[in-house]
């Protein structure tokens, strides 16, 4: 009797971006598509600020209750989100051996980007190199990260209009550093392939929602089809 191949390891997609870049909207509707071609999709975003211990924490981050973003050391808190996402880790693992591709909204290059944003051009690669060594030692490592790359100035009336701003939105200096910093992970490959998608039209302004959403499927059947 012939013995069935086992089945094809779950692709772990990862969707980074700036405040504002469009990422929840983005991974809703890559799962949603990915549903409508038959394939089993699940989604799993951060900060888990219900759901963990660490996520509590960060919450209250965000509220300013340490004070302002540079009253912490960055790897202090790099900790932080780090925590979150190692306590969430048997929720990843069940949604990899559950579906064919699990979708996360922010993961490492987050933690990279936004604990080390304000720190000098020279420190950033070493203390990015530095998060995904120590994260990845946990987690799953992304078969694709996604970065929607948006002007920071769009990002920020985007986020400006849809909330009030947390400490991390509201720090200017931080904002005008994200997109850059997450270019520079793109280029360098951290942790994995990375694709970048530009989420502004040349004459300014957002592109369709549609557009871009057919880009990050497109980019993602790359990722599938792999070996």
Same mark, same amino acid.
């Given at each position: 009797?012939? =013995?069935?191949p ?7 997609i990862v ?5 504002g870049?469009? !990422? ?11 549903q409508?071609q038959g ?5 799993v975003?951060?900060p888990?600020?219900?759901?963990? /211990?660490?996520?509590?924490? /960060? ?12 009253a912490?050391a ?13 306590e969430?880790?048997?929720? /990843? =693992?069940?949604?990899?051996a ?14 990279a ?9 020279s ?13 990845? !030692?946990?987690?799953p !490592?992304?078969?694709?990260?996604i ?7 769009a ?7 849809r909330?009030e ?15 850059g910093?997450y270019a520079?992970l793109a280029?360098?490959q951290?942790g994995g392939?990375w694709?970048q ?9 957002y592109?369709?929602?549609e ?9 993602? !059947?790359?990722?599938?089809q792999?070996?």
């Amino acid at each position: 009797m012939t =013995q069935a191949p086992p089945p094809a390891a779950a692709k772990l997609i990862v969707i980074e971006g700036g405040d504002g870049a469009g !990422k929840q909207t983005q991974s809703q509707a890559l799962v949603q598509r990915l549903q409508d071609q038959g394939r089993r999709a699940a989604r799993v975003a951060f900060p888990r600020y219900e759901n963990n /211990i660490a996520g509590s924490i /960060i919450a209250r981050l965000l509220r300013g209750e340490f004070g302002s973003v540079g009253a912490l050391a960055p790897e202090i808190r790099m900790l932080m989100f780090a925590a979150d996402r190692f306590e969430t880790l048997p929720l /990843i =693992q069940r949604a990899l051996a559950e579906n064919d591709v699990v979708v996360i909204d922010r993961y490492v290059g987050s933690n990279a980007v936004y604990q080390g944003a304000l720190l000098p051009e020279s420190d950033f690669e070493p203390f990015a190199r530095m998060v995904f060594e120590f994260e990845l !030692k946990i987690l799953p !490592k992304p078969d694709l990260t996604i970065f929607l790359n948006a002007a920071p100035e769009a990002s920020r009336s985007m986020a400006e209009a849809r909330a009030e701003l947390d400490a991390y939105e509201a720090n200017r200096d931080l904002q005008a550093a994200v997109a850059g910093r997450y270019a520079r992970l793109a280029a360098w490959q951290l942790g994995g392939p990375w694709a970048q998608i530009d989420v502004m039209a040349d004459a300014g302004g957002y592109r369709p929602i549609e557009a871009i959403a057919s880009d990050v499927l497109q980019a993602v !059947k790359g990722a599938c089809q792999a070996a």
